[in-house]
C-alpha cells in the first residue's frame, strides 16, 4: 500500500543552521506531496506542496523537490529560525483520492 | 483566519467508557474528517463525512466508532466503549468541497485511555 517514511527525530538545531529533514514515499500511484507543520497547541498547516515530478514546493524559506527517480520529498532550509519548532509531517496524495497518507511527523527543536 | 477547532483539548478516561470528542468545522466548510495518531506512530485516516453521512471509512473506523453533526456547527467523533489502545491524539479536519481542496487541521484532542 501507499505509506510515507519520513526520518525520526527530534531535529536539534541551533538557530540559523541548515534543516533537511528526509521523507521518502511508496506509491502505488503518481502521488501529490505534501508538507505540514503543526506549532505547539495549533492543528496542522499546510506548509508546501508539489504535483509532479521535479516540482519544487516553497514557502516561508522551506523547500521541497519532488524526486521520482529517489520516490523522495525533503524538506529543507536554509537558515532555521526558533520559530520553527514544531513537528512537519510528510503526507503523499494519490491521484482521485482526497484523503493523504501521513508519515509519524518530526519534531524540530531550534535553539537560541 | 477561521479556524477549526476541537474541545477538550485534552481528555482522560477509564476503559470501557464512552468518551465524545468534538469539532467545530470552519463555518462553510462542507466535508468532515477525523483522524488518530497513536503516539509515535503515523497520523491515520478514521473517516470522513459529507451530507450527514459518511463517505469513507478506514479499517480502524469499526462499530465502537461513530460520527454526528448534531447541529450546524459541531462534528463529533464517539466511542462507545473505550480500549486502552484507543489513547491517541484525534485530529478533526474541515475542507470547503471535496477533491484538492486543502484540508485545514485542528489542534487535536489528547484522550488518554487508564
Not at chain 1, 527517480?69 to 520559530?83: C, I, R
Not at chain 1, 519548532?85 to 519534531?107: D, E, H, M, N, Q
Not at chain 2, 464512552?18 to 495518531?37: A, D, G, T
Amino acid at each position: 500500500g501507499d505509506s510515507v517514511t519520513q526520518m525520526e527525530g527530534p531535529v536539534t538545531l541551533s538557530e540559523e543552521a541548515f534543516l533537511t529533514i528526509n521523507c521518502t514515499y511508496t506509491a502505488t500511484g503518481y502521488p501529490s506531496l505534501f508538507w505540514y507543520v503543526q506549532y505547539p497547541g495549533e492543528g496542522l498547516q499546510l506548509l508546501l506542496k508539489a504535483t509532479k515530478a521535479d516540482d519544487k514546493g516553497s514557502n516561508k524559506g522551506f523547500e521541497a523537490t519532488y524526486r521520482k527517480e529517489t520516490t523522495s520529498f525533503h524538506l529543507e532550509k536554509g537558515s532555521v529560525q526558533v520559530s520553527d519548532s514544531a513537528v512537519y509531517f510528510c503526507a503523499l496524495r494519490i491521484k482521485g483520492s482526497y484523503i493523504p497518507t501521513f508519515g509519524r511527523g518530526t519534531s524540530l527543536i531550534v535553539h537560541p | 483566519e477561521p479556524e477549526v477547532t476541537q474541545t477538550p483539548s485534552h481528555q482522560v478516561t477509564q476503559m470501557g467508557q464512552e468518551v465524545i470528542l468534538r469539532c467545530v468545522p470552519i463555518s462553510n466548510h462542507l466535508y468532515f474528517y477525523w483522524y488518530r495518531q497513536i503516539l509515535g506512530q503515523k497520523v491515520e485516516f478514521l473517516v470522513s463525512f459529507y451530507n450527514n453521512e459518511i463517505s469513507e471509512k478506514s479499517e480502524i473506523f469499526d462499530d465502537q466508532f461513530s460520527v454526528e453533526r448534531p447541529d450546524g456547527s459541531n462534528f463529533t467523533l464517539k466511542i462507545r466503549s473505550t480500549k486502552l489502545e484507543d489513547s491517541a491524539m484525534y485530529f478533526c479536519a474541515s475542507t470547503l468541497q471535496g477533491g484538492d481542496y486543502e484540508q485545514y487541521f485542528g489542534p487535536g484532542t489528547r484522550l488518554t485511555v487508564t
